[in-house]
């Protein structure tokens, strides 16, 4: 008997590297998939109200370090998509499978949600785990989860899948390489880190398809000063508000 040929996926979601407390990742903007230019919006309030508490945000050096010896690491030839949303990842891995005559898939997730199911029935960033185990045969995945993951999002049921380290995969070799920055999820600031990962696939692999979303970071020095506007702005209607109730 032959052996079975899988298609091995790595997909790296950038939220993952974030060291954020749940506290702070509950202050997010809505859980909305967004194009960049609209989150270039949604988070100027959040920056606006929370500036010190957003910047306390930093990059998993470690785990962030070892992603990019895990690139590193795989063959030059290997496919590779970098782009905002994690839904493209959907057709991504159903396209390759098609073409490969492959037995089944083994899918390792690096991020800070487990992707699985949630309340829409069509594919989307949130559920498109379950949706490409249903439609492709002897399909598995499991879920490299942030040390924040489990106190802010539950994982009593995805127990079985979810671990917390790269141990497992940092000499692991793929077939096809998935990268999305997640603009919704994933604070301005870090950008210039997602920059560095995006150009070890660009600069390195000899296929890369690329989402021109992402190509450069978001404009953060604009972003803040919209946010010191905002503030202003806010600060002066309270004041307005208050001097109304006064008279």
């Not at 100027?44 to 992603?67: G, N, R």
């Not at 692991?172 to 990962?197: G, V």
């Not at 000063?225 to 309270?238: C, G, P, S, T, V």
């Amino acid at each position: 008997m032959s052996k079975k040929k899988y298609l091995k996926v790595l997909s790296i979601d950038f939220d993952y590297f974030q060291n954020a407390t749940p506290d702070i990742l509950m202050t997010y903007p809505d859980g909305k998939d967004l194009p960049t230019h609209l989150t270039m919006v949604t988070w100027i309030p959040h920056y606006a109200s929370d500036y010190d508490k957003l910047m306390s945000v930093t990059i998993d050096e470690e785990h962030f370090e070892q992603i990019k010896s895990i690139l590193h690491n795989q063959r030059l030839k290997t496919p590779c998509m970098a782009v905002q949303s994690h839904i493209h990842i959907y057709d991504f891995i159903k396209d390759h499978f098609a073409k490969g005559n492959y037995d089944g898939c083994r899918i390792v997730n690096v991020d800070m949600h487990h992707d699985c199911f949630n309340d829409n029935p069509e594919v989307d960033c949130g559920n498109w785990v379950s949706h490409i185990i249903n439609d492709i045969p002897d399909c598995q995945a499991s879920w490299i989860a942030n040390k924040s993951s489990e106190e802010t999002y539950g994982l009593k049921s995805l127990k079985n899948v979810v671990s917390y380290d790269f141990d497992a995969i940092m000499k692991a070799k793929f077939d096809l390489i998935f990268l999305c920055r997640s603009d919704t999820w994933t604070p301005p600031h870090l950008d210039p880190y997602f920059d560095e990962l995006y150009h070890i696939l660009i600069d390195n692999f000899d296929s890369t398809m690329v989402d021109s979303q992402i190509t450069e970071p978001r404009n953060f020095e604009e972003i803040k000063a919209n946010a010191n506007e905002y503030r202003k702005q806010i600060e002066q209607l309270r004041e307005l508000n208050k001097q109304a109730q006064k008279g």
